[in-house]
């Protein structure tokens, strides 16, 4: 489990992904022993680009000009109540581009 935000893309290597200020609206599908399953509604998603004010790869940030958009295509995960540790599965599409 990552220890910080971070975000994988196919099989490029994980990367820090600072997604302050992003909203989703989603509700708890179900509770057992403690673990809540989250599903959350994809249109309602409202999160900062992959750039370079938001992620950093190998501990440096994305170079000035290159912008993707993600445009989320499901998002579903568990909350454990017990320690509050948050898993969550993210499938989207990245729409690159430069300057």
Known sequence: PATRPTL???RWPD???DATGATTLGHVCEARNGE???EFDVSSFEGPPVDSR???V????LPPGI????VPLTLRGSLDTSNGNCSLD???E???SIF
């Open 15 to 17: 990367f820090d992904y």
């Open 54 to 56: 938001s992620t950093k």
């Open 8 to 10: 994988g893309v196919s």
């Open 67 to 70: 912008c993707i958009e993600i």
């Open 58 to 61: 190998f501990g440096v940030p």
């Open 36 to 38: 809540l399953t989250l």
């Open 94 to 96: 990245f729409r690159g």
């Open 90 to 92: 993210f499938d989207a």
